[in-house]
């Protein structure tokens, strides 16, 4: 009758932490993104109900400046683990 190999006690096992982040966020990231998301709303809100004449006298660029706001936010949020 044949006789069953032994099995190989030393099987290699990944380690238990694999894809959790190595650290923490920092304190500062979360209520900076949120900030500029919120800057970039209210920046472009205030253009368009003022009629173009806040928040700066740069006529259509307030659009831009407030998508940079938004942007800015959005980059910082590709940071949060």
């Given amino acids: 009758m044949a006789v069953s190999k032994k099995r190989d006690k030393n099987v290699y096992k990944a380690p238990r ?5 190595e ?41 831009v400046v407030g998508f940079v706001f938004l942007g800015t936010g959005m980059v910082l949020l590709t940071r949060w683990k």
């Fill in 17 to 21: 932490n694999i894809g959790k982040p």
């Fill in 23 to 63: 650290s923490e966020n920092p304190k500062w990231l979360i209520p900076t993104a949120l900030t500029m998301l919120i800057v970039g709303v209210v920046w472009i809100v205030i253009y368009y109900i003022t009629q173009a004449n806040y928040p700066l006298p740069i006529a259509n660029w307030n659009i």
